[in-house]
Nanobody, 113 residues
Framework: QVTLVESGGGWVQAGGSRRRACAAA????????MAWYRQAPGQERELVARISTDDITTSADSVKGRFTISRDGAKNTVYLQMNSLKPEDTAVYYC???????WGQGTQVTVSA
């Protein structure tokens, strides 16, 4: 059974930072491409960042230069470092094994002005 357990959400002031973690079990976070998505109220879920099996990263234009995706193979965990947070980053964030139906539980990140 594959599970993705997220942590690190919560409330933060604009300009602040937060690190999200996604611990995988039953699947490798090192040898699978992994991604972070987010969904704001009334909006569709959007891709935030992705990391390939070769550790090549891509990110949405809206977060480029502020958010960084990374992984720790030894801990079987993927991270999303979020810096210079803005109120428009407020959303529920989900981790995902790329191109699969395996999703984390989703965690709210709220950025106040």
């Amino acid at each position: 059974q594959v599970t993705l357990v997220e942590s690190g959400g919560g409330w933060v002031q604009a300009g602040g930072s937060r690190r999200r973690a996604c611990a995988a079990a039953g699947a490798s976070a090192r040898f699978n491409p992994m991604a972070w998505y987010r969904q704001a109220p009334g909006q569709e879920r959007e891709l935030v960042a992705r990391i390939s099996t070769d550790d090549i990263t891509t990110s949405a234009d809206s977060v480029k230069g502020r958010f960084t995706i990374s992984r720790d193979g030894a801990k079987n965990t993927v991270y999303l470092q979020m810096n210079s947070l803005k109120p428009e980053d407020t959303a529920v964030y989900y981790c995902n094994i790329w191109s699969t139906d395996y999703w984390g539980q989703g965690t709210q990140v709220t950025v106040s002005a």
